[in-house]
């Protein structure tokens, strides 16, 4: 079984950014005490140096947030499965019934 990638928010990664450039933490303080490993912080203060305050805006939807949007997906998929499933039941009926009025089928 794979593990799925964590989102962090926007918000979360300045945050740790912001403390790491303070230097009231040192980074591997930081990573232990927010559970993420202190490359990704080292990434993310390289990120925010290059960009500034566009930092961290890509891959987010329109209203600015990527796990939003990843629950729309999640969404649309449960609303497929759910009328598959509707539609197997109503099959799965058909074929019971069929098979019970047929001749020589069961008694």
């Known amino acids: 079984m794979s ?7 926007r918000e979360f990664k300045l945050h740790l950014v912001r403390e790491a450039e303070g230097g009231t933490s040192t980074v591997a303080e930081l990573a232990r005490r927010n559970e993420v490993h202190p490359n990704l912080i080292q990434k993310w203060v390289k990120q925010y140096r290059a960009s500034g305050e566009e930092a961290f805006t890509h891959g987010a939807s329109a209203d600015g947030s990527a796990a939003e949007s990843k629950i729309v ?23 019971e019934n069929t098979s019970r009025t047929a001749p020589g089928g069961p008694h």
């Not at 609303?79 to 799965?92: D, S």
């Open 73 to 95: 997906e999640l969404e649309q998929t449960i609303g497929q499965l759910t009328m598959e499933n509707r539609f197997l039941k109503k099959l799965l009926r058909r074929l």
């Open 3 to 9: 593990k799925s990638r964590r989102l962090f928010s």
